[in-house]
């Protein structure tokens, strides 16, 4: 088999005026990406130094959608951009070692781009439908490959910045930035293309935001769960093999403060003071529901063991060995009139796979956080 050059490909599609807006679209897909990810993975930090706030109730339910939506938009806008420049591949290295080295590091940042935007959109889309094939940590791995990736983006930006200014000022249909030989005219039109990117992208995003949307989670391709009370189960009981201990009559919550401990059962919750609120489960795979939880206010349960405000507490749950196990309420959650340990779904009690006999619901908190089947509450420092 002959190696292509980069003469074989003739389309004049696959030109730097194609290529300069659908990496426009592409780069902001990524930003908004970046910045809605760094949000998602300090919202998950323990002892946050400077903690987010708790309202409104919704933001990370936005930012979190958004970040999905984003990520899922880039897929075929990539698809796109990498088809529209794929005969550089096969560009020669210039002769001259002075020339050619500066080429092969722009190059080289060129394949740790490309490589680490592959990679995060497919472990992405992959954690979007809950399928993990791999046996490292995602959330690390995303994290770090994100700054790689940017780094990557910021040199290919600063070296291609002449061409993509004036690729970008001129009409689609400007050839000065051209190869040669790239005139064949093809089947359709630059703008064509163009539009095609731009609906594929907004199709994509459509097809995965319909899963956050009651209702249009038929049609919703990307993201498919099993509901209750309209609200979907990433985890069972059963699957985190929680069952005999959640519905065994010696279930106790254990309220804890240096030596004071309290320990309660459901019934002795349910004969506390009842509150309501309307506070949404917002996944970090993206989907996320609203809920009417009724329960008793944490803050509450805090002042049974002589807890002053303004400490953080930790919630354990029943599983073990999960990323759900526990999780730290910095103290502007824990006092949070609006953080309860949840009894009540939707007027009915909370069912097994919701997080039966308790379970954790504070606002504007990233859904692992939100643990179920709590065991444990401990005031800490
Ligand atoms: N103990 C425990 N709590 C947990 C989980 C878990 O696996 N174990 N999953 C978390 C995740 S990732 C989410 S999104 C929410 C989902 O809550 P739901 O299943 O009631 O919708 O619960 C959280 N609480
Ligand atoms: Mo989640």
Known sequence: MRIPSEDSFTSRLRSAAVAARVGLWLGICFLVALATGLISHYAQVDHQPVPLPASPSWFYRVTQGLHVAAG????????????????????????????????????????????????????????????????????????????????????????????????????????????????????????????????SAVAAAVLYAAGTVPGLSRIAALSPRSREHGIPINRTAHSAGVVAEASSAAYRLEVVHGATTRSLTRDDLVAMKQRTHILPIACVEGWSVAGEWGGVRLRDLLDLVGAPPGREVRVRSIQTFSASADTVLPPNFADDDRTLMALVLDGETLSMDHGYPVRLIAPDRPGVMQTKWVSRIEVLG
């Not at 992405?124 to 046996?135: E, F, M, R, T």
């Not at 995602?138 to 700054?147: D, E, G, I, K, P």
């Open 72 to 199: 899922t938009a880039a897929i075929p806008l990539l698809l796109i951009k990498l088809w529209v420049v794929f005969p550089k591949l096969f560009q020669p290295l210039p002769r001259q070692v002075r020339e050619a080295l500066p080429t092969a590091l722009e190059r080289g940042s060129i394949a740790v781009l490309v490589s680490t935007s592959i990679v995060q959109l497919a472990t992405g889309l992959l954690n979007v439908a809950q399928w993990y094939p791999w046996g490292f940590s995602f959330r690390s791995t995303h994290y770090a490959l994100a700054f790689v990736a940017v780094g990557a983006l910021l040199v290919h930006i600063a070296v291609k910045l002449p061409i993509i200014r004036d690729a970008l000022k001129g009409d689609v249909d400007d050839t000065s930035h051209d190869r040669p030989n790239a005139v064949r005219p093809g089947s359709v039109s630059r703008r064509g293309v163009l539009a095609l990117a731009g609906t």
